[in-house]
């Protein structure tokens, strides 16, 4: 398995939780990561990307101030770290990865989903109000 996301869960409205994307090495060691997201009935919606080797990131403005990406505790992984959970943060969450950075114009095309080269299973988030 090259991408494994575990970490979702229930939550009450105003908790948190914390996602994990486990990666291959040689995933973790170039690719960038990033969260994405999918409500029944909506679009995807891109949270959040880290590229662990230069630790650059790019953020969803809607993401921003309540969602962090960061490398994880575990080997070759990276957390979303969510917080102040709302109801319509319910959603499966998807890790994915992409050869690249994310510099120069690349996060833009990384949130759109363009050239994905691996997408992890999803993991159901619900929110309780």
């Known amino acids: 398995v090259q991408l494994q996301a575990s970490g979702g869960g229930v939550a009450q409205a105003g908790g948190s939780l914390r996602l994990s994307c486990a990666a291959s090495?040689?995933?973790?060691?170039?690719?960038?990561m990033g969260w994405f997201r999918q409500s029944p009935g909506k679009e995807r919606e891109f949270l959040a990307a880290?590229?662990?080797?230069?630790?650059?990131?790019y953020f969803a403005d809607s993401a921003r101030g309540r969602f962090f990406i960061s490398r994880g505790v575990a080997e070759n992984t990276v957390d979303l770290q969510m917080n102040s959970l709302k109801p319509e943060d319910t959603a499966v969450y998807y890790c994915?990865?992409?050869?690249?950075?994310?510099?120069?114009?690349?996060?833009?095309?990384?949130?759109?989903?363009?050239?994905?080269?691996?997408w992890g299973k999803g993991t159901q988030v619900t929110v309780s109000s």
């Open positions: 090495g040689h995933i973790f060691s170039s690719y960038s």
């Open positions: 994915a990865a992409r050869s690249g950075g994310l510099k120069y114009g690349l996060g833009d095309s990384f949130a759109q989903g363009l050239g994905i080269n691996y």
């Open positions: 880290l590229r662990p080797s230069d630790d650059s990131l």
